[in-house]
């Protein structure tokens, strides 16, 4: 039997499409800011997937999974019902910036309120009117900060339901992280629902290989369950996940001009070569080696670097 599914005092009638506006705040012009929502509900009872991109405005590789996946008509399924938000922070999006234009972190003020900031409100929204439709969620991210992310969900282990959707996705990474407070995943987890959220690449930056990689997870989710058109089609990766339990951020030991030297996603060995350190003169050279072996999952490519910045970042051995 189907249930009712409302949102925004929408009633979404089974084998019809919907384009949302989700209007709930103005520029300082009096402009309207429209958050476009996209629904497709199939005639057959199945899941509520909830598929969302750009809660932070300049991560374009997120926005550019979900758009994808609505441009191919993967979004339309034979049973249950997609909702799409390619672009959940429009504000930060029309500026290339991270945050709401009150300053705050969209993705740390989750489950949000009636009455608070801005971005606070918005949060509310998404958590009153759309996060209870959903039965999954699959959220698209980005590094941010010039930091490049080799394509990984992060999950904790301890939700298991979501960590054995995880595996459906097959990213090439599978990250055990534990849920951060007041963010979109924290709030999915409090509401009992299951969680992906994907990292890859750099905000502000649109990379093919890391948005096909997403994409060709989240056709894999959906046809897992069975919400796929026969006729969309699904790859398989010829390796599975590789699993990573513990990892460390290598610090940089002095102020100066950065030069990686491995990519995101390597393995490296115990004191391997992975960049240098300089300064603009030409007078000082300094070798970073991995201090152990593992994974780079995260990689700066800021061409300047203070002492204490965060570098890189290596999976760890269980032992």
Request: glycine share 8%.
């Amino acid at each position: 039997m189907l249930k009712q599914l409302k949102i925004f005092d929408t009633l979404i009638e089974p084998g019809k499409s919907y384009r949302l506006n989700f209007n709930m705040a103005k520029l300082y012009t009096s402009t309207s800011i429209e958050v476009p929502v996209i629904v497709e509900r199939s005639k057959k009872a199945g899941p509520v997937v909830l598929i969302t991109g750009g809660i932070h405005g300049d991560e374009i590789n997120g926005i550019e999974v979900v758009r994808q996946l609505i441009a191919k008509k993967i979004n339309k399924p034979i049973i249950g019902t997609v909702i799409a938000i390619p672009v959940l922070n429009v504000f930060g999006f029309l500026s290339g910036t991270r945050e709401f234009p009150d300053g705050r972190d969209l993705n740390r003020v989750f489950p949000g309120t009636k009455s608070g900031a801005l971005a606070s409100r918005f949060a509310y929204q998404v958590t009153k009117e759309i996060l209870p439709q959903a039965d999954i969620i699959l959220d698209f991210h980005t590094g941010g900060a010039q930091r490049f992310n080799a394509p990984h969900l992060r999950v904790s282990q301890l939700e298991t339901k979501s960590w054995d959707l995880a595996q459906v996705f097959n990213a090439p990474f599978l990250v055990n992280g534990s849920n951060v407070k007041k963010t979109l995943r924290a709030t999915c987890a409090d509401l009992g629902k299951t969680y992906l959220l994907f990292e890859g690449g750099m905000s502000n930056r649109s990379d093919k290989h890391i948005v096909a990689t997403a994409v060709n997870g989240a056709i894999r989710v959906l046809d897992h369950l069975k919400m796929l058109d026969a006729t969309i089609e699904v790859k398989t990766p010829k390796k599975e996940s590789v699993v990573i339990t513990k990892s460390k951020w290598i610090r940089a030991n002095y102020s100066g001009l950065l030069h990686p030297k491995v990519p995101c996603g390597k393995k490296v060995e115990k004191d391997e070569f992975i960049a240098t350190i300089t300064d603009p003169y030409g007078e000082f050279r300094y070798q970073v080696k991995a201090p152990h072996a593992g994974y780079v999952i995260n990689v700066n490519f800021s061409p300047l670097v203070y002492q204490g910045d965060a570098i890189f970042h290596i999976s760890k051995n269980d032992d």
